[in-house]
């Protein structure tokens, strides 16, 4: 069984909370795709004054003239999302999650007995108020789109169970068109006259795949409660953080930047000792008047070192203006991966001790791959004709 | 450049070459040349004249066939042979089914050389292999699927190859994957693909000895005629 869990202000909060509280309401975030601005998210109130998600921002401040706008921030809202995820692994290692303007994580329960599902559902949910201030809404199904949609028409702070065999009773009148599906599709179902799931779901399934294609296939199968999509196992991305608290605010930039270095230089002994490097920065700067300023910048190559994390940070700094004096400084290291090879692993794997192999490659592979077996393998010189007692496999760790 | 230039060059370069070995210093021109002919060698002479060297460096190969075509030996051969001219390799276990005591002892595979991995899914095995081609040595991916059902494996497999094609061109690795007998595989994005079929079992004193195998080559870029080459596997007398 799969339970999805749904959170609908999830921007929203994120950027609510991030704002001082003596901001006003209305609030309202807003995406930009080139040279279009449009809405991501917008709080009940604006949505009350007929702001929707996608609308474009003049319209939005036509609508809701007060609201305040805030550009979205989409790596940040990834990173809260992940770290939820992180908190809900006790339930299960197959998670995943999409951010839109709500959040939705599914997580695979495996085979349970069926009691035992609906006891987790309502743990989950209590866990998942303890994680996020906003409702969240809990739909457990066999298949994952089916939890998906269970979760979204349930109502605030409920669980919505989706017995196996009666996907057909939620499904039947949801419109065939709120399906992401091609145009081509949509217009056959159109002209066939099919409205509704229930519509597709009652023809016969070879007709169905003949007239209609593999898109109506995966829908007809759906209806009938056949969803082959399965979890992906979650792994905790890696990333390191750290945050200076200046006991005065500071305006002089010289301080600023003396410590940013301090920052830089205990950054980079980190990664050496994890044997990773990162290819996300982010600078964030809070001032004393409680607004929050944050920079970050995707690198073409990883960097390790201590001189080009300080660069990074510096070329960072100077991309924020601030007025009042700060208050903290915090540096976020993101996508750490293995650093790239350097021409001195080559000479070092050309002349340098070869039989070290099984342990560099530990010391690189083990942090992504936590839930992968790597294995060293041992010959026994004694030949026995038990083949269990002729070679030994041992786990491989980073040192 | 005046003589006592070439001079000094020629003392710096006698130098590095006696302090960290002649391959430390080359031309780019041997180095390229050196780098674009590499082949693993399969250990079987007609199979690698059939395929112009061996199995082709920085690419993917399939080998393809069902129990006892002689599929596993011709892999556990080509690990030999890579460990044999100084590559490393990792062996991507889906089924956990690698004989390590039967690999070792019989085909002089290098234990500190090898790095075994029990993955769970074919997507953990990928995404392991993408950080493989990172590293910095000179090397051999096998991924042993060969009781995988096909059906279920051919979308993950034909996103995944795509994937890692570009990223293996420009590494120092190469990859083999061990696939069980099955029609789609010719749609994948392989330098070289082979079929292997058990033609006989041979005997010695009403024993089994070894086995002849056909191998089909299905797709090979660098020569495009598909070939039929029969090779005979001999079982090494530590089996018995």
Known sequence: MIVAA???????????????????????????????QTVLAACPVARQ????????????????????????RPRYYQRRADDLCANLLPFSDRIEHEVTAGLTIWLDLGKQPPADYSRVAQTLLTHCHQLTPGPVQ????????????????????????????????????????????????????????????????????????????????????????????????????????????????????????????RLAQRLHTRLIRSGLACSDISLTMTTDNEV?????????????????LREELERLVSLIEVDNGIGS?????????????????????????????????????????QHTQLLRVTVLPEHSLVIERNSILTPVIAA | MDSLKAARFEAVRQAIHHKWGQQALQSVR???????????????????????????????????????????????????????????????????????????????????QLLLVYADDLADALALARDVLLLPYRGLIVLDAALAEPVPLFPALQSGFSRLKLPLRQSRWTLLALLPQAAQWVTLPAALHLGLQRSDWQY??????????????????RQPDTQTTVISIVFPDDLA
Not at chain 1, 292 to 308: D, M, Y
Not at chain 2, 204 to 221: C, E, F
């Open chain 2, 204 to 221: 010695q004193n009403s024993l089994i000895s070894g086995l002849w195998s056909t191998v089909h080559v299905r797709k090979n870029q």
């Open chain 1, 49 to 72: 004054g007929g702001v929707m998600t996608g609308m474009t921002r003049t319209r939005a401040r036509a609508l809701c003239p007060e609201a305040l706008e805030v550009e979205a």
């Open chain 2, 30 to 112: 041997a180095y390229q040349a050196g780098t674009q002919q590499r082949t693993i060698l399969t250990g079987f002479p007609d199979l690698d004249a059939a395929l112009g060297g061996g199995i082709p460096h920085q690419s993917i190969t399939l080998l393809e066939g069902n129990a006892t075509s002689g599929m596993t030996s011709l892999a556990y051969h080509l690990i030999a042979s890579a460990h044999a001219n100084g590559l490393v390799c990792v062996y991507l276990d889906l089924s956990q089914t690698f004989d390590a005591d039967y690999a070792i002892r019989c085909y002089s595979i290098q234990e500190d």
């Open chain 1, 292 to 308: 929050v300023h944050t920079e970050s910048r995707t690198l073409r190559t990883p960097i390790q070192g201590g001189k080009a």
């Open chain 1, 138 to 261: 809990i739909g457990l199904a066999v298949g994952r789109l089916t939890a998906r949609i269970a979760a979204m028409t349930t109502a605030s702070n409920t669980v919505r169970t989706v017995a196996p065999g009666h996907e057909t009773a939620l499904l039947a009148t949801m419109p065939v068109q709120q399906f992401q599906t091609g145009k081509r599709f949509q217009e056959q179902c159109g002209q066939l006259g099919i409205r509704t799931l229930a519509d597709l779901g009652g023809l016969p399934y070879n007709a169905v795949k003949t007239r209609l294609g593999d898109e109506g296939a995966q829908l007809h199968r759906l209806y009938q409660g056949v969803d082959r999509h399965t979890l992906q196992r979650f792994a905790i991305p890696l990333r390191e953080e750290i945050t200076h608290q200046f006991d005065i605010p500071i305006e002089e930039k010289t301080i600023i930047h003396n410590v940013l270095g």
């Open chain 1, 329 to 369: 400084v915090s540096v976020l290291l993101d996508q750490l991966t293995p650093p790239v090879p350097q021409q001195l692993d080559f000479f070092d794997q050309l002349f340098g001790d070869s039989r070290t192999f099984v342990d560099a490659a530990a010391q690189r592979l083990c942090a992504r791959h």
């Open chain 1, 6 to 36: 749904f959170i609908p202000d999830f921007v929203i909060g994120l950027e609510r909370s991030a704002l001082p509280k003596s901001q006003p309401s209305p609030l309202l975030v807003y995406e930009v795709k080139g040279r279009r």
